[in-house]
């Protein structure tokens, strides 16, 4: 086992960055942990994007909503992080909260626009088409069905969950 007491903090910060992007969770939510309580005995404040990195091992180490509770304090004491953002919505990707995910990439992007993380996140989650009847709701019957016609019409595979209907079958 390794004495964080012995790094200093931007060592600390480093191997904590690196165990993150390495998906090694506890070790990074430890490095986090130490930094965070060496900056709180000295009564100083942490800065955001650390203590979103923090919250999003804590996430991954089966403390979802401590993480996220952490996650937004940081997001308090800095609107305009990226990286806070970026953290967010991926613990709401963890959650399964797809839409706060969105909200929070989408605040992300406004802030840092070339944030690589949140580029990458935004590519990944992929990107709604307008719905055909944009005066309508998206959940609205008919923009699902016209929606699927166009999908279908287009060659598209059929989204998951999507049931499948045998060739011949009547509608």
Known sequence: ??????????????????????????????VFREYTERLYREVRPVPAGILANYALALGHCNSLKEGIALCQKA???????????????????LAR????????????LSYGPAHAGLIQLQKQMGVRRNPPLPFLHRDN??????????????GAPPRKGTPRRPSGAAA
């Open 1 to 30: 086992m390794v004495n964080w007491q012995e790094l200093s903090e931007a060592e600390l910060v480093r191997v904590g960055r690196e165990a993150l992007r390495s998906l090694r969770f506890e070790r990074a939510r430890d």
């Open 75 to 93: 997001q308090k004491s800095d609107r305009r992080a990226p990286e806070v953002y970026y953290c967010l919505a991926k613990l709401y990707l």
């Open 97 to 108: 909260s797809r839409k706060q995910a969105w909200e929070a990439l989408d605040l992300g």
């Open 141 to 154: 019957p008919l923009n699902v069905r016209i929606g699927k016609a166009l999908r279908r019409r287009k």
